[in-house]
Each structure stands twice: as C-alpha cells, then as structure tokens.
C-alpha cells in the first residue's frame, strides 16, 4: 500500500520564478493538506483540498495556491518566489475532512530558493 | 502567532532514561492534541494522540499527560533508546481544522 508520495525531492529555483510541487494521496485516502515547513520549525498549514476545492487556507498570500484532481492527486504551486520561502513543502492525506487523527505525511519537497 | 508553544528546543538523555518535553495552547476551543515524530528527510508521522476527556494516554513507552485546566499536555518517553532519536511535535487542533504545529523538539539518545 503506498503511502504519500510527493515529487521532486529536491527542487532549487531562483527569486522571481514559479514552482509546482506534486502530490499523490494515500490510496483510499480523499483529502490533501500542504504544509510548510521552514528550518528547525515545525509545519505550517498552507491549505486543504477536498472534492476539488480549496476547503480550508492558513496565513499564505495569494502566491500560494493548489489544484486537486479528480483522482485526489494535488498541486501546489508558488509564484514570484522570495528566499523566504526556502523549506520544505510537505503534502498530507486523509480520508474525509473531519479526520485529522488519520492525517498521514509524505516525505516532502526540499526547496531551495536562491 | 504561534498557537502552540513547546519547549525545550532539544534535550540529551542517556540510553534508558526518560525525556519529557512540555507544550502549553491558549485556544480552549482546541480538542485534538497528537504528537508526532519526526526523522531527518521523513516527514512527520503520528506517534500518539489525545483528546481533553481524559487526562493520560499510554502506548507502549510514550505517554500523553494533559492538564485542561493549565491548557497544558506533555510527551513521556520511558526507556529511551538510540532510535528513539529524532524531533518530536506535539500539535494542537479542532475536529477537522487545520493542525497547529509546535516548533519542535530534537531528541538526543546516547548509547
């Protein structure tokens, strides 16, 4: 059974351009969180995907912004990219919007911005 | 602002030990506290949660204590071991919002 699998693993931009990260859910799984999570800190809620829409969105500008497919996969994509948004970008699963406690993570994508 | 606080920023403890790490939340409306494990290059994985109904939860060597009134809930580890080492989150949230993470705890167990 693959869990969250999310691509590239390492991705490094420069200031100015535009990055889409991929995620793919745990099989069975419906609902896609993203998650940023900066150096020695711990992860910050960006968004959640459900049935195709935008159900929920954390403190992020208007940069940040996801698609979700019909197969429950999910984009995120961040334009005009600023140093500050070096780290790592982790992707969550769950079955239901009401299911926090089975929320599983994927690995993530480092990203460097230079 | 950070919703959850969690302290101490790291912390060694010798093979066998106990490692406690502490987190405090001010939204009283939060009703969901899992911590989770972290290992370098992974992404965070439950290691054990509880709700504001009971007051201690145990699985194995880790245990929840929470203090509702002190809005305040802690991570036991009993019998520390080498691969016990990683950073620890303890995380805070209302039934189906989002997680609010703490900052983190690395967690250093020498052999």
């Known amino acids: 059974d693959a869990g969250v699998t999310q691509s590239p693993t390492h991705l490094i931009k420069t200031r100015g351009q535009q990055v889409t990260l991929r995620c793919s859910p745990k099989?069975?799984?419906?609902?896609v969180s993203w998650y940023q999570q900066a150096l020695g800190q711990g992860p910050q809620f960006i968004f959640q995907?459900?049935?195709?829409?935008?159900?929920q969105r954390g403190n992020f500008p208007d940069r940040f912004s996801g698609h979700q497919f019909p197969n429950y996969s999910s984009e995120l994509n961040v334009n005009a990219l600023l140093l500050g948004d070096s780290a790592l970008y982790l992707c969550?699963?769950?079955?239901?919007?009401?299911?926090?406690?089975?929320?599983?993570f994927g690995s993530g994508t480092q990203l460097s911005v230079l | 602002q950070q919703q959850v606080k969690q302290s101490p920023q790291s912390l060694i403890v010798q093979k066998g030990g106990i490692s406690i790490i502490n987190c405090a939340y001010e939204?009283?409306?939060?009703?969901?506290f899992p911590w989770y494990q972290q290992f370098p290059g992974k992404g965070p994985a439950l290691l054990i949660a509880?709700?504001?109904?009971?007051s201690e939860k145990k699985e194995g060597r880790f245990t929840i204590s929470f203090n509702k009134s002190a809005k305040q809930f802690s991570l036991h580890i009993m019998d520390s071991q080498p691969g016990d080492s990683a950073t620890y989150f303890c995380?805070?949230?209302?039934?189906?919002?989002?997680?609010?993470f703490g900052a983190g705890t690395t967690v250093t167990v020498r052999a």
């Open positions: 969550a699963s769950s079955l239901g919007l009401a299911a926090n406690e089975k929320l599983f």
């Open positions: 099989s069975g799984h419906d609902t």
């Open positions: 995380a805070a949230s209302m039934l189906g919002y989002k997680l609010s």
């Open positions: 509880i709700r504001p109904d009971v």
């Open positions: 939204n009283t409306a939060f009703d969901y």
């Open positions: 995907y459900y049935e195709e829409e935008e159900r």
